[in-house]
């Protein structure tokens, strides 16, 4: 997990954790980058809720973004501080033993195979097939 040069509050970090919707999406990122269209589909929420979400994760310093094409991708940076990682690597822990969080990353598996666990999702799997 690359390192934010950003500095992050401990505050911020468990307000950003403090929401089920945002705990889904640092579940779905854990390890890889995901693209938006794959979180709007797994969660069954609106785009724009589902940006808001990310939005709220990249500005407490814990998901960053990259844009391909049309397509939005994100993962997620640990903390330069090490108390903050250490909080952010522990709850990414816990969600991986949790029912809904583990039917997620299943969802996710079947609706992109392209997002791999080492982070290596080169397009969005839809790019194909809006093209």
Known sequence: ???SSKSVS?????AALA????LRLLNLMAGREVCVCHFVEILGQSQPKISRHLAYLRQA???????EGKWMHYSICAPADVAAS???SAALAVLGNDRQM????????RTCPAA???????????KAESA
Do not use: E, Q, Y
């Open 19 to 22: 929401d089920t919707t945002r």
């Open 86 to 88: 250490s909080i952010l």
């Open 61 to 67: 310093g814990i998901v960053t973004a990259r844009r």
């Open 1 to 3: 997990m690359p390192r």
């Open 102 to 109: 583990c039917a997620d990353r299943g969802k996710l598996g």
């Open 116 to 126: 791999s666990p080492t982070g290596n999702n080169p397009s969005c799997c839809r």
């Open 10 to 14: 401990l505050a911020g970090l468990f």
